[in-house]
């Protein structure tokens, strides 16, 4: 095959155009056929819009911005909050390309990058649902080929000393990192990466005059204009924010109290497993070790072709940061998208390594190439895949549609005044996606029962509302209800069990209660502030 390698290289805009616009336009036939609900994340940002802040409990603000702008144009739907992720994965791979192609002059390995790109399932998810994630990873690839071009000198000229460092991608440096941080807080990892690789790349080349004041000044300018907006807000809510940060990831609160534990490893190791496939993971890995040894090796065998500066940055920016979450997960409980900012550079490795593999003799190649297509399609067409509901992943994202009907529906049966009834759950994502799906798309309450502090917390409960009735629900099939719940109603019924479907199969499962006559107390713990 080695004439495809010889069209990437010949024809890679060709290429590029043909990959981002079918992937683009498939995204957009997915969401277009409505084939999975709101992930309750999802809900939650969306929520979120119609309270615009500084910036949010446990996020930046950017998310909010986002789903507003596109909202306002396709409506209080779906595809209204999601259009937002087609847009930035389109941008993503552009600039994967135009960095990979113009930058780095490596056509063909750019072409295997968008490849797989559209086959890993991390950043397949990330261009269909509208989380924090998706405008984060966009920041995170624009301001790594920032970095990359500030270790670059002027050319020669006749006014410009070829050694000085340049000024305009310092400017980016700072814009994309503050956005990022306004995305999601994990950004703040770069301003360490970039210090990490630019003292890696010291060991082989001199860095262009000026470069670590203009760095330095660069990444303090981002960090300042991204984290400004969130330590206002903060200063305002006794910072509730960062406090909850530091207790999620375990630095603080009872999560603190053991240093090591090895029940999380495995889950956390093998979420890794899937976010990436198996096969596209040990390329990462493969690729990201030989690049390593390129910079810490005088004569190291360079198998992918990458120059001092390219594996500096790529090994940098991968197996540090991926390895962190996995060592930290002994700690911790780590969510598995944590380390998706290591999978910027470990796309790019991944496509590298793959350009080489791809030149060698042998048909097991094609095996990846059929798993990828294979990936692809399957995630698109998931409704017609005969998984088990526990073993699918998409099952949780379904029946929502059918829940907000069937709410409403109780509400004008089981109640004289339905004008007076409210809408809660006990927690942040049910009553987001509650807010998202009951017709009206009513203002919901989230109880402070049993559970940590979040958005809803800040904002008022159903004051004035007593002696209004309330419907309350919760996941899968509860018995009783708690003792909170009895303290602020006069009575309360039976639950109410509910097997949702989604497009005539069994969805979801939930329990509804009927409360009668609210008489004001509303429950708050502040013990779980973060």
């Not at 990192?177 to 770069?190: N, R, S, W």
Request: hydrophobic fraction near 45%; charge should be positive.
């Amino acid at each position: 095959m080695s004439s495809l390698t010889d069209s990437f290289k010949n024809k890679p805009v060709m290429w590029a155009f043909i990959i981002i616009i079918f992937s683009t336009f498939a995204r957009l036939w997915f969401l277009g056929t409505g084939q999975l609900n709101l992930v309750q994340d999802e809900a939650q940002y969306w929520d979120w819009t119609r309270h615009m802040q500084l910036t949010y409990y446990s996020k930046g603000p950017l998310i909010a911005w986002i789903i507003s702008t596109s909202t306002s144009i396709f409506g209080n739907t779906e595809f209204g909050v999601r259009f937002g992720s087609i847009v930035g994965s389109f941008l993503t791979q552009v600039v994967l390309f135009w960095g990979m192609s113009k930058l780095w002059k490596r056509p063909g390995a750019a072409i295997w990058t968008l490849i797989i790109y559209n086959s890993m399932p991390v950043f397949l998810a990330l261009g269909i649902l509208m989380t924090t994630d998706n405008p984060f990873i966009l920041c995170w690839t624009c301001a790594v080929f920032a970095l990359y071009e500030a270790t670059v000198p002027h050319p020669p000229g006749l006014d410009r000393d070829s050694n000085e460092s340049r000024s305009k991608p310092f400017f980016f440096i700072t814009f994309f990192l503050a956005l990022g941080i306004l995305a999601k807080y994990t950004m703040l990892g770069f301003t360490g990466l970039a210090v990490i690789y630019a003292l890696v790349l010291m060991r082989k080349e001199r860095l262009p005059r000026g470069f670590w004041r203009k760095l330095l000044l660069s990444l303090g300018g981002g960090v300042f204009i991204g984290f400004l907006p969130t330590l206002i807000w903060n200063l305002q809510n006794d910072f509730v924010g960062y406090k909850h940060v530091f207790y999620l990831i375990g630095a603080s609160g009872d999560k603190a109290s053991h240093l090591i534990r090895l029940d999380r490893v495995l889950p956390y190791l093998g979420e890794q497993i899937g976010m990436a496939t198996p096969w596209w993971l040990v390329f990462m890995l493969i690729g990201g070790f030989g690049a390593l040894a390129v910079v810490l090796k005088k004569k190291a065998r360079n198998k992918l072709d990458l120059n001092n500066k390219q594996s500096a940055l790529l090994s940098v920016f991968f197996l540090p940061a991926w390895f962190f979450f996995l060592l930290w997960s002994f700690h911790a409980k780590v969510h598995g998208n944590w380390a998706v900012i290591s999978y910027v550079s470990g796309v790019m490795i991944a496509g590298f390594s793959f350009e080489y593999f791809w030149t060698r003799k042998g048909r097991f190649r094609y095996l990846w190439m059929f798993l990828s297509i294979f990936i692809f399609v399957v995630l698109h067409f998931q409704n017609l895949v005969p998984l088990p509901d526990n073993l699918n992943p998409t099952h949780r994202l379904k029946g929502w549609n059918d829940l907000g009907q069937q709410v409403v529906e109780l509400e004008k049966t089981q109640f004289k005044d339905p004008s007076k009834v409210f809408i809660m759950s006990e927690q942040y994502d049910m009553t987001a996606a509650l807010a998202f799906y009951v017709p009206g798309q009513p203002r919901t309450y989230c109880a402070w029962i049993d559970r940590r502090m979040n958005q809803y917390d800040l904002w008022p409960g159903p004051e004035g509302k007593e002696g209004w009735d309330s419907i309350y629900v919760l996941k899968k099939y509860k018995e009783a209800p708690d003792d909170e719940l009895k303290k602020m109603f006069k009575r309360i019924s039976p639950p109410i069990h509910i097997q949702t479907t989604f497009r005539g199969k069994p969805a979801r499962k939930f329990t509804i209660y009927l409360c009668y006559d609210y008489n004001g107390y509303w429950p708050k713990d502040e013990r779980l502030r973060f």
